[in-house]
Every structure is written in C-alpha cells, then in structure tokens.
C-alpha cells in the first residue's frame, strides 16, 4: 500500500482543467518541498512533469502546474490535450532517507 | 544529456538472484555528482522505489521486505550501476527501470525498462 495517496481516475474534456491530489501525511508531503510528477504512457517509461512541489523541467509545458496545501500535493492540467491522457504518479520524500511514490492517477481526456 | 539503458536476464527461476545492469552514458558517472536509482513497476500497478546510490558509493534502500534482499552498487570503470535482488518469488515480476538525477527525491532520467519475469 502507497504511503501517498492519490485518486485512481482522474477525466476532463479537451481544453478543459483537471487536478490530481496526492494526500501523504505530516512525515512526508507536509514536512518537505519534495514532491515530484511523473507522466507515464502506456509502454513508456515515466517522464518527470514536476518536481520541488511547482517548478517544471525545460520542455515540460507551462499547461502543467503544480502545487502544495498541508499534507496534499496537487498537480493540475490545464488546457486539456488528447496527449495529455496517461497516468500520473506523485513522488516525495517520506523522512528517514525514505522516498515513496502515490499510487497513480489514470487521466482520461474525453 | 544522460542516457540510461538497462540490461539483464527477462526470466529468473525463484529462489534465484535477479541481476540488472544500468549503462550510462553522456557522463561519467564517477565524475558527476548524480544519483542513480533503480524502481520498479509489477505488471499493471504502480511505481515502487527500490533503492538509489550516490557516485560516492552511498546506499538508499526501501524501508520494505525488499530491503534484506537487495545490493545496489556502481562500477565506475564500465560506467555502470547494478542492481542484485536475492531470493526472488512471482511477486518480484514487473518492468525495471534505472534512473538519475543530480537530486536524489526527484528522476530527471529513465532508462527505457526491462521485464523481467520470475517463473520456475
């Protein structure tokens, strides 16, 4: 079982905006900026969206945000694209040289 | 820009010992101040963080049951980091992959995964 924990489906229609929470706890997501995302398309290996809660890697576009309440971590799309259907994992450091990944959010673009 | 490619056996026979190899290249990996993980993902589920090593030779293991199995280590003359999994059961199938960051919380690089299966 995930340390953190996110929604198992997430879906928005195109150009839409939709969220994805990933709720840890005061140990890990409340207590560290460390959150990251990962996209993952079927077959592919993972590729990092977000990382430190809200700063995006070059070439990720500025349609993906991220953010951080208390213990939950959010990352949102914005302008919903067909490319954009995947599943999206929450990364974080969970204290005592420990990091755990949420258990994946599959998005759907209707 | 760091490229990762992983390589070993796709079918281990329990209780045998699964061993994977991460070729990288773009950099040295003695020289650059990065760190090299590796995680793994069982047919159809999620990620799961095995372990991650520094260029120093500094060890990170889950904190799960996998932990008294694993050896993560690196060998610099061939660029490589290696991961050794004792004992493997079914429950040790799924996609591995190798990855990097100068930031040991985060995964800038992937390599692109190997299945390995474990059946008798």
């Known amino acids: 079982q995930s340390a953190l924990t996110q929604p198992p489906s997430a879906s928005g229609s195109p150009g839409q905006s939709v969220t994805i929470s990933c709720t840890g706890s005061?140990?890990?997501?409340?207590?560290?900026?460390?959150v990251s995302w990962y996209q993952q398309h079927p077959g592919k290996a993972p590729k990092l969206m977000i990382y430190?809660?809200?700063k995006r890697p070059s070439g990720v576009p500025d349609r993906f945000s991220g953010s951080k309440s208390g213990n939950t971590a959010s990352l949102t799309v914005s302008g919903l694209q067909a490319e954009d259907e995947a599943d999206y994992y929450c990364f974080s450091y969970a204290g005592s040289n420990n990091l755990a990944f949420g258990g994946g959010t599959k998005l759907t673009v209707l | 820009q760091l490229q990762l490619q992983e390589s070993g056996p796709g079918l281990v026979k329990p209780p045998e010992t699964l061993s994977l190899t991460c070729t990288v290249s773009g950099d040295s990996l003695s020289r650059s101040r990065y760190y090299w993980a590796w995680i793994r993902q069982p047919p159809e589920k999620g990620l799961e963080w095995i372990g991650t090593?520094?260029?120093?030779?500094?060890?990170?293991y889950t904190p799960s049951s996998l932990k008294s199995r694993l050896t993560i280590s690196v060998d610099t003359s061939k660029n490589q980091f290696s991961l050794k999994l004792s004992n493997v059961t079914a429950a040790d199938t799924g996609v591995y992959y190798c990855?990097?960051?100068?930031?040991?919380?985060?995964?800038?690089?992937w390599g692109q995964g190997t299945l390995v299966t474990v059946s008798s």
């Open positions: 005061s140990s890990d997501v409340g207590s560290f900026d460390y």
């Open positions: 990855a990097s960051s100068s930031s040991w919380y985060r995964f800038d690089y």
């Open positions: 430190e809660v809200s």
């Open positions: 090593i520094y260029y120093t030779g500094s060890t990170y």
